[in-house]
C-alpha cells in the first residue's frame, strides 16, 4: 500500500512545478495547473505555462478548461441522484426512455442480427452497450461519426440537435456486439444524459447544476460559458508544423468557443476550473457531502466488472490492473497495473489532458487541467510517480 501524507505532497513541490514547467517549456501543452488535497483540505496548487500564448496570459486557479470525457463521473453522479431518489434502476430498458433502443440491432460479418437482449441503464454505467465513439474502423463508428457530424453542422441553425435526438439517432445504429456481452468505449455517457433528463422531467444542465454544482459551489461549471467567463476560458492549442497553434475543431459536437449548445453531453461536455472539479471529487472523497448519500457513494465507486466484460477492459492499454463500472476506472489489481497505485483508487480522464483521481486509501486528490490535443498524456503518470514513489 502506498502512502502519501501531507508532509510527503509538499516535499515533492517543487519537483512537480518543475514537471508542469517542463511540459509548457517542450511544447508539451501551452500550460497547466495541479490541485492536490487530502482529507483536510487543499495541500497546493501549482500552475505554468499560459492559458493563451498570442495574450501571453498565464493560466490561473479561475481558469476554465473543456474537461471532455471528464465529464462522465458528473454524469454518473447525476444517475446515482436518480438511483437514491428511486426515479432509475440499474436494470431500466434504455428503450423506456429512448424509444430507437427497443429494435436495435448488432452488426456482424453476415449482416445485422436482433440483440439477445435489451440495453439497461447498467450498460450505459458500465460501458457494455455495444455502443462506439466516432471512427472508421466498423459501421458502428462510421454512423456515430455522421451524427456527430450532422450535430456540429446544426450549430447556430433554428434546427440544432439536442439531448434526446442525439440519443435517439444513436439508437438507430447497430451495435458492435450484444449489450452486456462485451466492453467498448463509446457515447453511453451522452445517452444516459437524455435517459436522467426523461427520468427527471429536466434538462440534463439543469438537473446537473441544480443537484450537484450549485449545492457544491461550482460556480464556473457547466455545459457552456456565459459571455462573462470566456476571457477566463483556456486556449485549446493542438501541434502545427512549427509549434502549438490553436485548436478551433468542434470535437465529439462539443462547441470550442464555449457557446451555448442544445446537446448537452454527458460523456463530453463539462466546462469547469480546477478548483470546481476538485469541489466535485472531494464530495465524492467525503461521502457525498449533502450531494449523494454515503452508501451511494459507495456503491458508484466500489463496483468492478467480472468474466468476459473484465477480459474486454483488460485488454485496453492503460486499463492493466483496473475494472470500469459507473463511468469511471477503478483499480482492482494494483500488482498488474504499470504505475504506482492503491486498491480502490477511481476516476477518469480527458480527451484534452484533464485528469482526476480520488485514492480512497490515502484520501488524496489529484487534478490536473490542460487543453492540449495530441498532448504528452505521460505528465500525469510522472505526477504520479512523484507523489508516490518515495
Excluded at 514537471?19 to 488535497?37: F, K, Q
Excluded at 483556456?234 to 446537446?263: K, M, Q, W
Amino acid at each position: 500500500m502506498y502512502q502519501l501524507k501531507r508532509e510527503k505532497i509538499l516535499q515533492r513541490r517543487e519537483a512537480l512545478q518543475e514537471c508542469l514547467d517542463r511540459a509548457a517549456e517542450t511544447g508539451a501543452n501551452a500550460g497547466s495547473s495541479l490541485l492536490v488535497a487530502d482529507r483536510e483540505g487543499e495541500v497546493l496548487f501549482l500552475e505554468s505555462g499560459y492559458a493563451s500564448l498570442a495574450d501571453r496570459t498565464p493560466i490561473r486557479r479561475d481558469s476554465i478548461f473543456r474537461c471532455y470525457s471528464m465529464t462522465k463521473p458528473v454524469t454518473s453522479c447525476a444517475a446515482m441522484l436518480l438511483l437514491q431518489d428511486g426515479k432509475l434502476d440499474m436494470y431500466e430498458p434504455v428503450s423506456r426512455y429512448v424509444k430507437t433502443f427497443r429494435k436495435q440491432r448488432v452488426a456482424t460479418p453476415g449482416g445485422k442480427v436482433p440483440i439477445a437482449r435489451e440495453c439497461l441503464v447498467r450498460d450505459l454505467l458500465d460501458m457494455t452497450a455495444g455502443l462506439a465513439y466516432d471512427g472508421d474502423e466498423t459501421q458502428t463508428q462510421q454512423e456515430t461519426k455522421a451524427v456527430f457530424a450532422e450535430a456540429e453542422q446544426r450549430f447556430g441553425s433554428s434546427r440544432p440537435m439536442d439531448t434526446q435526438e442525439f440519443a435517439a439517432r444513436i439508437g438507430e445504429i447497430p451495435l458492435l456486439f450484444h449489450p452486456g456481452e462485451g466492453w467498448n468505449y463509446g457515447v453511453c455517457a451522452d445517452v444516459l444524459g437524455a435517459v436522467i433528463e426523461k427520468a427527471a422531467d429536466m434538462p440534463f444542465a439543469d438537473f446537473v447544476s441544480q443537484r450537484i454544482f450549485r449545492p457544491l459551489g461550482m460556480a464556473d461549471s457547466g455545459f457552456s460559458v456565459p459571455e462573462t467567463g470566456r476571457d477566463r476560458l483556456v486556449t485549446a492549442y493542438e501541434h502545427g508544423e512549427s509549434g502549438l497553434v490553436p485548436y478551433t475543431g468542434n470535437h465529439l459536437a462539443i462547441r470550442n468557443d464555449g457557446g451555448c449548445n442544445a446537446f448537452h453531453s454527458g460523456g463530453a461536455g463539462l466546462f469547469a476550473t480546477a478548483g470546481d472539479y476538485a469541489r466535485f471529487a472531494r464530495m465524492l472523497m467525503n461521502g457525498g457531502e449533502g450531494v449523494l448519500r454515503e452508501g451511494t457513494v459507495r456503491w458508484m465507486t466500489g463496483r468492478r466488472q467480472t468474466g468476459i466484460v473484465q477480459e474486454s477492459i483488460a485488454r485496453n492499454i492503460g486499463m492493466e490492473g483496473r475494472s470500469y463500472a459507473n463511468l469511471m476506472r477503478v483499480t482492482v489489481d494494483p500488482a498488474a497495473a504499470f504505475i504506482p497505485t492503491n486498491p480502490g483508487e477511481y476516476g477518469w480522464d480527458g480527451w484534452l489532458g484533464t485528469c482526476f483521481i480520488n485514492d480512497p486509501a490515502t484520501g488524496v486528490t489529484i487534478l490536473l487541467m490542460q487543453n492540449q490535443k495530441d498532448g504528452d498524456t505521460s505528465i500525469i503518470g510522472r505526477i504520479r510517480s512523484i507523489l508516490y514513489l518515495s
